[in-house]
Structure formats: C-alpha cells, structure tokens
C-alpha cells in the first residue's frame, strides 16, 4: 500500500528502516544509509574488501573528483534534484496531464525548495552539469568515466538521466505507475534537448551491457 502524502515510499520499509526514504542500504550491524554518497562509499568498501570490481578510485584527488561529479549528478541541486523540479512545477502549474499528481508534488515542494526556484535558472543549471559530465567522459576516453571499467559515475549517470532521456513506457520501465509516467514525462519535456550525444550514447551502452533492461521499478 501506497501514501501518496509520502511518494516513492512505501509503509512498511518506513517501519522497518525508520527511514522515510528510498534507496535504503542495510549491511549487517552497520547504520543505515540513505544518502547517496555513504551508500556508494559503503559498497566500494564491501568491494575493496571482497575483490570485487570498484567504484571509487583509492588516489584522493580522483576520488575526490568522482564524488564532486556525483554530487552534480545525485546531491542536493544536481541534476536528479532539478529533474524532480521539473516534475514537482509541472504537477502545480499545469493542467494535471504532466508532472506529479498535486498531493505528491505539495508534499515535495518544501522538500525540494520548490518555492524558492526559478525554472529557467533550473535549466541553465541541468545544461552546465551535462556539460561537465560529457566532458569528463570524453577526457576518459569516451567509453566509461572509469577508463577502462565502469565506475560509480557510470552507474550513476546512466540512472539519474533516465527519466531525462528517455520517455519511460511499458517497454523500458513497464512497472511505472500511471502518474508517475507522467511525472518523468515532465523532466524528459524539460531537459531532454540538453543531454549530448556522448551522455546519451553512454546510457544505452551501460544499460545494454551492464545495467538491468528493462528497468525495474
């Protein structure tokens, strides 16, 4: 069962978590993590600790600039933030064919300083983070952030331009609800003509190769 007072989220990972969130990391005794940078800090540690493929550098300038671009693709006024945005000043302004139904988007206004935004600053914003984005790519050869491997900009990128790059349907991402198509709907509209080529071209490679097809939700 869904609160749509609480979108995305479902009650009973609420009671499990206590964490009005999704995605949600649970290891062992560890804390759990909400936050997209504890996550994908956590999981390359498992990683390191396993053997397994990587997805942070260890030198601290390179991860360093890793987690900066993350935090432009995932943090707070990056480009997910500013799709959500989109999402949010669609579902409040238009006609409700686009964006999220009016409960969720009134309940993810406060939380995303919906008030306080200038949709056009929004788009100059979203163009300047794909700009940087696609120019660390082709400085890495072009194929993946990580040079050779994919790393958690890879991963990341891909994701978080989905519902900007593509419009989701039963043949991509066929467990969307109704409303929430229409939510991503409102992000692709508003950001797609900004995406470049290379990032565009990247995200079908990581999902043909990589990445779970079709999405699941």
């Given at each position: 069962?869904?609160?749509?007072?609480?979108?995305?989220?479902?009650?009973?990972?609420?009671?499990?978590?206590?964490?009005?969130?999704?995605?949600?990391?649970?290891?062992?005794?560890e804390p759990?993590?909400t936050?997209?940078a504890?996550?994908?800090?956590?999981?390359?540690?498992?990683?390191?600790?396993?053997?397994?493929?990587?997805?942070?550098?260890?030198?601290?300038?390179?991860?360093?600039?890793?987690?900066?671009?993350?935090?432009?693709?995932?943090?707070?006024?990056?480009?997910?933030?500013?799709?959500?945005?989109?999402?949010?000043d669609?579902?409040?302004?238009?006609?409700?064919?686009?964006?999220?139904?009016p409960p969720?988007?009134?309940f993810?206004?406060?939380?995303?300083?919906?008030?306080?935004?200038?949709?056009?600053?929004?788009?100059?914003?979203?163009?300047?983070?794909?700009t940087?984005?696609?120019?660390?790519?082709?400085?890495r050869g072009?194929?993946?952030f990580?040079?050779?491997h994919?790393?958690?900009?890879?991963?990341?990128?891909?994701?978080?331009?989905?519902?900007?790059?593509?419009?989701?349907?039963?043949?991509?991402?066929?467990?969307v609800?109704?409303?929430?198509?229409?939510?991503?709907?409102?992000?692709h509209?508003?950001?797609?003509?900004?995406?470049?080529?290379?990032?565009?071209e990247?995200?079908?490679?990581?999902?043909?190769?990589?990445?779970?097809?079709?999405?699941?939700?």
């Open positions: 069962k869904r609160d749509f007072g609480k979108p995305y989220f479902d009650l009973a990972i609420d009671a499990w978590t206590g964490v009005d969130n999704v995605p949600v990391l649970l290891h062992e005794r759990t993590r936050h997209w504890a996550i994908v800090t956590a999981i390359d540690r498992m990683a390191r600790g396993a053997g397994g493929p990587r997805l942070l550098p260890d030198a601290v300038p390179e991860r360093a600039r890793v987690m900066g671009l993350l935090h432009e693709i995932a943090g707070e006024e990056g480009i997910g933030w500013n799709a959500r945005l989109a999402m949010i669609a579902g409040l302004t238009g006609d409700g064919t686009q964006g999220f139904p969720v988007a009134k993810l206004a406060r939380r995303y300083g919906h008030a306080s935004s200038d949709l056009s600053q929004v788009r100059e914003r979203v163009a300047a983070q794909l940087v984005i696609a120019e660390e790519l082709v400085a072009g194929r993946y990580g040079g050779a994919p790393n958690a900009l890879d991963v990341y990128s891909a994701t978080f331009l989905t519902p900007v790059a593509a419009l989701l349907d039963d043949t991509n991402c066929p467990g609800a109704p409303p929430f198509r229409a939510a991503f709907a409102a992000a509209e508003a950001f797609v003509s900004l995406v470049p080529a290379a990032l565009l990247h995200r079908t490679r990581m999902f043909a190769e990589h990445l779970a097809w079709p999405i699941a939700l």
